[in-house]
């Protein structure tokens, strides 16, 4: 029975399949000559993946056609420490033996003896690569053999090498290694690739080696020239590493080149901060938001993508939607795009009604480059100078990472001068946003685009935070608010030096600005004052006289309004403030 892909296969072509369960491989040897030119030869007519599978006594259990993931083999457990005597002699019909990263996943998943690949073109065998399972610290990973020909291949002492592997897992204590380690790849500068560790960082991936090119032109079809990819592959085995990551966005067409050449995932900068939106989001509208930018980054995408999709493959990229949902028709996934717009519709009419329901009070929100410090000046205003005593909700999360916020907050504060405002606090922004990603939030970003007022937090300590300041800009651009009021607040102070201050100074002494520390709460109240001078009069200047019987009023304006004469008369307290339109109403039975 020849299990995989066989649709549209000739009966002939299936039934020569079918004779290699009457091939006998030699215990000793990975494979022989007529099984290796069989194989060869059905892939060279049908294009198409032949994968084997063999036992110990060199009987032949299995025959797929498609890739080695079809072939159905059960798991055996890690702890029983051995192999699971069997090995796998696959081809690669794009004449490139170079192990994958399926095929080194199902090698230490499936514990098998050897995984082989044969390389054919239209010419025939190219060449051949073996891969073996081994043990680093601990740790079951993977050993790959360079380019060998097929005679080298065929005269392999594979019982030998088998023992050997047999022995050293009897002999540890093995862990599966199911951590990721990441070579970067970038061709715009050093600080862009160092930001692009901290968004790997963020995902707990190491990055074990980065590589700079210089280019003026992407290349087409590998993004980077076809040295450079050579050399990858190499630093890629030398270091051990199992996926690399780029630092611009990738086509469908350049990851499943760079992944056959290559020979393990390839992700790109969007799939990576799309990744950390889908573990960082908390909310209902979060989640949707984030799972709406992954379908519509991967639906043009969905033919020829790689190793992303695997189901073995797992780590970075696999996570929201999932492969099934990706792996249905087209218009099942343009029908899950439709349902989750409706959703966030339902959700922006929500926000609208909020947002009518506090119309006269004034709308501050804080934007920036992620890990700006927006978070920490949040919860730094708020437990400071909350809206009402009792009403405390919980702080949002501050820490030393990118995108550490995703869902937005909306909380009331009072400014000194007893003025009522809101201040949201929205998602950090980044260079190279995924443009799907700001469509998906723009329900979300929307409280930006109503603010009476933009705090825009800058991280002076960086030392790229003009770029960062550009790359904000242009996210502003493209939600049409660049001509609302802005605050240029450069915060972390506290961590730069004295001498350096006067180089930010001298950038930004056209801007209003304010430098401030929200870690230590420096220069914070002198912020406050820039924002109530900035912020538009809504106070009304009103008197009151308060009855002795009615004084909880008197205590209701001290608490909501700003009281500026309290005077005690015959007919009850006399009180001379400035109070918003709510206060206003509620007190005008006592208005002079």
Do not use: W
């Amino acid at each position: 029975m020849i299990s995989g892909n066989i649709d549209g296969v000739k009966d002939n072509i299936l039934n020569r399949l079918e004779n290699i369960y009457d091939c006998k491989v030699a215990k000793d040897e990975v494979f022989n000559f007529e099984l290796a030119q069989l194989i060869s030869n059905v892939t060279m007519e049908t294009g198409r993946e032949v994968s084997v599978s063999i036992d110990r006594k060199g009987n032949i259990i299995n025959v797929a056609l498609g890739d080695s993931t079809t072939v159905e083999m059960p798991l055996i457990d890690i702890k029983e420490k051995r192999l699971s005597a069997v090995r796998i002699i696959h081809t690669h019909p794009n004449g490139n033996s170079r192990l994958s990263a399926l095929d080194i996943s199902a090698l230490i998943k499936l514990k098998l003896d050897c995984i082989t690949a044969i390389g054919v073109d239209e010419h025939g065998i190219t060449d051949v690569t073996l891969g073996f399972c081994t043990i680093e610290n601990n740790i079951l990973t993977s050993e790959v053999s360079r380019k060998i020909s097929l005679q080298e291949a065929m005269s392999f002492n594979l019982n030998h090498k088998i023992k050997y592997i047999d022995s050293i897992i009897k002999d540890n204590n093995i862990e599966e290694d199911t951590s990721e380690r990441a070579i970067l790849v970038g061709v715009e500068s050093e600080e862009s690739l160092d930001e692009l560790e901290e968004l790997a960082k963020a995902c707990n991936v190491v990055t074990v080696d980065k590589v700079l090119q210089n280019r003026t032109r992407v290349d087409s079809a590998f993004y980077v020239g076809s040295g450079k990819v050579e050399e990858i592959a190499l630093l890629r085995q030398a270091r051990r590493a199992n996926v690399v990551i780029f630092d611009d966005e990738l086509t469908a067409s350049q990851v499943r080149n760079l992944e056959e050449f290559i020979g393990v995932k390839v992700i790109d900068r969007t799939t990576l901060i799309l990744e950390i939106f889908a573990k960082r989001a908390k909310s209902k509208e979060g989640k949707i938001q984030v799972e709406l930018a992954q379908l519509k980054y991967r639906l043009p995408r969905l033919t020829g993508l790689g190793t992303i999709l695997s189901r073995t493959g797992g780590g970075i990229g696999t996570r929201g939607p999932g492969e099934k949902k990706l792996e249905t028709d087209r218009r099942h996934i343009r029908a899950r795009i439709y349902d989750l717009s409706k959703e966030l519709e339902k959700i922006k009419k929500i926000r609208q009604t909020q947002r009518y329901s506090r119309n006269d009070i004034l709308k501050v929100s804080l934007v920036g480059y992620t890990n700006a410090g927006k978070s920490t000046l949040r919860n730094l205003l708020y437990n400071t100078i909350p809206a009402r005593e009792g009403t405390q909700k919980e702080n949002v999360l501050e820490a030393d990472m990118l995108f550490a916020t995703l869902d937005t907050t909306t909380r009331a504060i009072v400014l000194p001068n007893n003025n009522t405002i809101t201040l949201t606090d929205t998602v950090g922004f980044i260079r190279k946003l995924p443009h799907d990603l700001v469509e998906a939030f723009k329900s979300t970003l929307e409280e930006v685009i109503y603010s009476d007022l933009l705090l825009h937090i800058v991280d002076v300590s960086s030392e790229n935070f003009m770029e960062q300041i550009n790359a904000v800009n242009k996210v502003l651009e493209e939600l049409g608010v660049v001509d609302k009021p802005i605050i240029m607040v450069l915060n972390k102070i506290d961590k730069i030096k004295y001498e350096e201050l006067d180089y930010i100074r001298d950038k930004f002494k056209k801007l209003d600005y304010i430098e401030i520390s929200a870690k230590e709460n420096k220069n914070v109240d002198i912020l406050l004052q820039l924002v109530i001078d900035k912020l538009p009069y809504t106070l009304k200047e009103a008197e009151f006289l308060i009855p002795y019987s009615d004084q909880s009023m008197v205590a209701y304006l001290y608490r909501n309004a700003n009281v500026s004469k309290e005077k005690y008369k015959v007919e009850g307290t006399y009180i001379y403030a400035q109070v918003d339109e709510k206060v206003y109403n509620i007190c005008s039975k006592y208005l002079l």
